[in-house]
């Protein structure tokens, strides 16, 4: 164990990665994530109102410790502003079919591993096939593997790949086909986002999901080059980051962008969660009927 993590160590540093504990445990995390269920009743506040946004920020994988306050304080700006009630919580407990039936959206923030046992991932699955919106932001599409695959295959649609590294925050062209969905709807025909470019192993273009939003893999280097290794992470001309469809009855969002906390202060991010947000739960828009 002590020599696994003293190679974790010389890996990070020699890949330019400032050390720190935090940065240490996340990277571990990220390779070795932990299986907690939480089982605890959630009691959810009585003065509730409608709609209402269920927030969660669990990690049992790796943990975006700036994303995910960044995030969250954005959000709850949104609800504020918009007149929406929002409850925040990191137990996946909160996921049963009482407590669901309370809210008109979830939003994933930065969800990472195993989030829910199996009791809680029916009560969310059948709570979005029966007309529940679902909004996931960047990690909680980040997992290389999933023992969800109804989560993998049917809510996100498409694999982690991986992100370039070397450099791993790069500038690049963000490309916005479909400018009639309320999240893209303020947002310019293209523009250029500092980000951590996921990529996959689909477009789910294939699979007729609406795609919002792609990037142009011309205008960064997606590759993965730390080590002496070069991982070739391009997906071609189609290279989704955005994008919305249906489960059952229940409408499906996920946006790839979000891993930096500066993001958050972006006209163009909050334009994009608040748009989602309210498509998902059926404030605006068309769709999943």
Known sequence: MLRRILIGVAVLLLAGVAFNWSTIYNGWRATHPVTVYETEPVALPPELGSPAVLLFTKTNGFRHEEGIPAGVTLIEAIAKRRGWSVFHTESGAAFTPENL????????????????????????????????????????????????????????????????????????????????????????????????????????????????????????????????????????????????????????????LGHQAKSYALPELEHLLEGAIAWSARLEGEGCE
Not at 148 to 161: M, V
């Open 101 to 256: 039936a309370r809210f008109t959206a979830i939003v994933w923030h930065q969800v990472s591993g195993d989030a829910l046992n199996d009791v809680q991932k029916d009560a969310m699955k059948r709570w979005i096939e029966a007309g529940g919106g679902w909004v996931g932001v960047h990690g909680s599409g980040g997992d290389g593997s999933y023992a969800w695959s109804w989560y993998k295959d049917e809510l996100i649609g498409a694999l982690f790949i991986g992100h370039p590294m070397g450099p791993q925050f790069q500038d690049a062209k963000l490309v916005v086909e479909d400018r009639a969905h309320p999240a893209t709807m303020k947002l310019p025909e293209s523009l250029v986002h500092n980000e951590e470019w996921y990529s996959f192993d689909q477009s789910v273009r294939a699979k007729g999901y609406r795609v919002l939003a792609t990037v142009d893999e011309a205008s960064y280097s997606p590759r993965m080059k730390m080590l002496g290794m070069d991982r070739d992470l391009h997906m071609g001309a189609d290279h989704p980051v955005i994008w919305s469809h249906c489960v059952g009855r229940g409408r499906v969002f996920y946006s790839a």
